[in-house]
């Protein structure tokens, strides 16, 4: 078989095991995945509403909340007043949880050496080059609109086509 066919299948299949050998690392420390992703986007953007760290960790309101009350329960964060809404509340990382990111950022490192053993530096060079690439067409295939042509297979099917990108842009 082809290998190109399986790409989906292994990059889903090396996401969902490498997510999971990062949980059960965080596990150890008394934090799930969201949490860290929380802790860590809280760092680059201290100050976030609530429903703006929802999107950028992709959760939805109510598990947001939940998460939220928790982590201000264990004093790993604060909710403040927002001044331009009196509605709103800004989110904060206390002092308590600034170890906690450290050693989040250590787990990931752990993680990361454990999935790449055996792979040397010029081939991971070259895989996070080519995973950036990817990464960049799949967000412009966002915003691409759907062109949909019969495949020439079964008159039933249909295939997605994408107009064609000059050699010249990336």
Known sequence: MDKAKQFGFLLKDVSRRYVSR??????????????CRVLVNLHKSEGISQAKLGELTDTDSMMMVRILDR?????????????????????????????????????????????????????RDVFMRVLESIHENVCALEQAPAIWTASPNSKTRAKPK??????TSK
């Open 22 to 35: 990062f949980e059960q690392l965080a596990s150890e420390i008394s934090l799930t995945l969201l949490q």
């Open 71 to 123: 982590m201000e329960a264990d004093q790993l964060l604060e909710r403040r007043p927002d001044p331009a809404d009196r509605r709103a509340r800004r989110l904060y990382l206390t002092k308590k949880a600034k170890p906690l990111l450290d050693e989040v950022w250590r787990l990931a490192d752990t993680t990361r050496a454990e999935v790449f053993a055996g792979v040397g530096k010029a081939d």
């Open 162 to 167: 994408r107009a064609a990108r000059s050699a």
